[in-house]
């Protein structure tokens, strides 16, 4: 009756390549800690890595047999995987991963989602966007809203007063 049902979430691909682009996935997590890709990657991401860390701590040969199928034959990765579990994953029984949505991609506005190890911290540069934030809420808590509007009024007599100087300067010059 259930027979039909996509085990993938990912669309129009083969399933030689929905494997692939999976195991890159993982691969990249446990390298990083930390990647960007689009919400659906990452709901299918987020599913075979914790089943794939779940099967890790059992310890057994037949589970060790497993995972490293999964890697196809990258001991490097098989390896980092058993760092990544015992630094930071050992305390956790699930929810291995988390992932956040964020803005969409510029080029083609596609959503865009971080999936992250759930131990790990964010350190993002400020951007000048969350500087200009930053300076909006400190000048919203220094004055209140007539302090703001007189500021903005003298930015603009200054602004007009510059250029009005500037074109006095060139009507001098030009004469």
Same mark, same amino acid.
């Given at each position: 009756?259930?027979s039909?049902?996509k085990?993938? !979430?990912?669309?129009g691909?083969?399933?030689?390549? $929905? $494997?692939?682009?999976?195991?890159?996935?993982v691969?990249?997590?446990?390298?990083?800690?930390?990647?960007k890709?689009?919400?659906?990657?990452?709901?299918?991401? !987020?599913?075979?890595?914790?089943?794939?860390?779940?099967?890790? !701590?059992k310890?057994?040969?037949?589970s060790n047999?497993?995972v490293?199928?999964f890697?196809?034959?990258?001991?490097?990765?098989?390896?980092?995987?058993?760092?990544?579990?015992s630094?930071?994953?050992s305390?956790?029984?699930?929810?291995?991963?988390?992932?956040?949505?964020?803005?969409?991609r510029?080029?083609?506005?596609?959503?865009?989602a971080?999936?992250m190890?759930?131990?790990t911290?964010i350190?993002?540069k400020?951007?000048?966007l969350?500087?200009?934030?930053?300076?909006?809420?400190?000048v919203?808590?220094?004055?209140?809203?007539?302090g703001r509007?007189?500021k903005?009024?003298?930015n603009?007599t200054?602004?007009?007063?510059?250029?009005?100087?500037?074109?006095r300067?060139v009507?001098?010059?030009?004469?």
């Open positions: 009756m259930y039909n049902r085990k993938f !979430k990912i669309q691909k083969t399933a030689s390549h $929905k $494997k692939a682009l999976v195991r890159s996935l691969i990249e997590l446990i390298r990083n800690g930390r990647i890709t689009t919400p659906k990657k990452a709901k299918v991401l !987020k599913k075979e890595f914790d089943k794939l860390v779940t099967t890790f !701590k310890d057994t040969r037949k047999q497993i490293m199928s890697f196809a034959e990258n001991k490097r990765a098989f390896d980092r995987l058993g760092q990544v579990v630094d930071k994953l305390d956790r029984n699930s929810g291995y991963t988390r992932v956040i949505k964020t803005l969409p510029k080029g083609d506005n596609a959503e865009q971080y999936v190890l759930v131990n911290e350190k993002e400020k951007s000048r969350k500087k200009m934030l930053e300076e909006r809420d400190e919203k808590e220094e004055k209140g809203v007539r509007i007189s903005a009024v003298e603009v200054s602004s007009r007063a510059n250029v009005s100087t500037k074109k300067e009507r001098r010059n030009s004469k």
